[in-house]
């Protein structure tokens, strides 16, 4: 296993494997109409393409023996709130991150995550963010772990609903200037 900046060759691996495990994390608990809205908006060969050619996107991917089995879609953005509940000067989104289960308990979500964080460091980010489903306790215990901290609420548009995010906030420390 080895985790890498995703290429543009990638574009359509990632497409698939991004459908892929957004499928299996969230069927059967979102209505399949806006399941499919979301897949159909969010994922695609052009679309991964396009994030992967946007200069404030940056994709690390986890792959073994040749195949993708995990990523991180980071963001150099602020969140659309009005007021973020953070000060951060130079923040860095974890847009996506997902791993396929059949890595789940060997470490890869932590070398992934690890892998983010020291990218954000010395690409002199001063903090990280992310949204994580306020319904996805397995997911937010692993933040924790990683040293995010609650920030308050966001919400997030799946197809026609809108759901109740967690926003998690991670702080990075910078070097004096």
């Not at 979301?38 to 994709?59: I, Y």
């Amino acid at each position: 296993m080895r985790i890498r900046p995703a290429l543009p060759d990638d574009a359509g691996a990632l497409a698939a494997l991004g459908e892929r495990l957004w499928r299996e994390t969230y069927t059967g608990l979102i209505p399949g109409s806006n399941l499919e809205l979301h897949l159909a908006a969010t994922f695609g060969p052009s679309r991964q393409a396009a994030e992967l050619a946007d200069p404030a996107c940056r994709m690390l991917v986890i792959e073994r023996a040749g195949a993708l089995l995990g990523y991180a879609l980071l963001r150099a953005c602020h969140p659309e709130h009005e007021n973020p509940p953070f000060h951060f000067v130079k923040p860095l989104e974890v847009a996506r991150f997902y791993v396929d289960a059949s890595l789940h308990g060997q470490g890869a979500a932590q070398e992934l995550m690890a892998a983010v964080l020291a990218h954000a460091a010395a690409a002199g980010h001063d903090g990280v963010w992310l949204q994580v489903w306020e319904q996805n306790p397995r997911a937010i215990r692993f933040y924790a772990k990683a040293g995010f901290a609650d920030a308050g609420e966001a919400t997030f548009r799946v197809g026609e609903q809108v759901d109740r995010d967690r926003l998690l906030v991670h702080a990075l420390m910078t070097r004096n200037r």
